[in-house]
């Protein structure tokens, strides 16, 4: 436990996380919490264990050892015992993906409407009678359609409600992920680096939404992130992963003063020292970023092999 910590219910706790591959150690022995009110950002070199660590956390992938305890809803629920269908609904935990995954033949309105299928199809009484009939489900309708409306409006996207997600401007298309993420009503929302590709305003105005959010809903933010000036400027907490190990675990004051980081994540070939003595000052490749121009960086989701 971090100085930062002590005292504090913690949103979700990851205990002693590993997940192998083969054998490739991805995620070794991890542990941390992430509260609510806060951004904890995942940081770490290309190949860290940082979407593995959201993989798990969301059910695409079981771990191979370790506990995933998320305390949102007045009960302590275990992820890593939770199917993965029943992750978004039971324990309200939301993700956004490294690569967008959008319906993009589908309007942005339609992508928040389908990604409250779970309280629809409920409501529904999962039979044909009720998606006609019921009250019940037309009242959940309306009411998922507010929440879409709520979350367009926040996330300035309501002007672009019948536009087809496919068409939408690359930056667009990240916002409507993290709309989608949050029409479910998570408790926890994990980003996976939302800010990839954005040019310098729109991760600007992707840094003032996720404070708001932050401000305003009452979740816990985990976010993965590349770009050093996201990092320390929005989070609360860092949590640095090396080679799947943590090798680091504070605020970002801390965490960019931290020798073991300077020297094992960032190189210590590669660091500029800034002006104040021990600060890290990093373009984007020193960070892992690859920046690819106009478009999103390479795949880095691999899928499970069965
Ligand atoms: N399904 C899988 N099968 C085999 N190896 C995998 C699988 N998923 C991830 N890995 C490996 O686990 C390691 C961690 O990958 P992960 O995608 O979690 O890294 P990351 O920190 O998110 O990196 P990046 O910054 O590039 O996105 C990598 O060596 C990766 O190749
Ligand atoms: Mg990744």
Redesign the pocket.
């Known amino acids: 436990m971090t100085t930062q910590e002590e005292g504090r219910a913690p949103l979700l706790t990851v205990e002693h996380l590993t997940m192998r ?1 083969g054998g ?1 150690t ?1 995620v070794d022995d991890v542990s941390f919490s992430a509260f609510r009110d806060e951004i904890t950002a995942v940081i ?1 070199p ?7 660590v959201f993989n798990c956390l969301t059910g695409f992938y079981k771990p191979s050892a370790g506990n995933l305890i998320i305390h949102g809803s007045g009960e302590a629920l275990r992820l890593d015992r939770l199917q993965g269908f029943r992750i978004a609904r039971r324990a309200r935990v939301a993700r956004t993906f ?1 690569n967008v995954r959008l319906f993009g033949g589908m309007t942005v309105l339609e992508n928040l409407i389908v990604a409250q299928h779970n309280a629809l199809m409920a409501a529904s009484g999962f039979s044909i009678a009720g998606l006609f009939g019921l009250p019940h489900y037309r009242a959940a309708e309306r009411a998922a359609i507010e929440r879409a409306r709520y979350w367009l409006d926040k996330l300035g996207l309501t002007e672009r409600a019948d536009t087809l997600a496919g068409e939408l401007p690359y930056g667009a298309q990240r916002r409507l992920e993290i709309a989608r993420a949050l029409c479910t009503g998570p408790v926890l929302l994990c980003l996976d680096e939302p800010a990839a590709g954005l040019n310098p305003r729109e991760s600007s105005v992707l840094n003032d939404l996720l404070l708001a959010i932050r401000a305003e809903e009452r979740i816990g933010i985990l976010l ?1 992130e ?1 770009d050093m000036s996201v990092v320390m400027g929005i989070s609360d907490h860092v949590i640095v ?1 090396d080679y799947g190990r943590k090798i680091a675990d504070g605020t970002p004051a801390e965490v960019r003063a931290n020798p073991g980081v300077i020297a094992a994540y960032l190189g210590e070939d590669d660091v500029a020292i800034g002006a104040d003595a021990g600060e890290v000052i990093l373009t984007p490749a020193q960070a ?1 970023v690859q920046w690819q121009p106009g478009g999103p960086p390479d795949p ?6 069965e």
Do not use: E, Y
């Open positions: 591959f490739l991805a770490g290309n190949g860290a264990g940082k979407t593995t490294q993965i590349h992963l892992g880095g989701f691999p899928l499970p092999r």
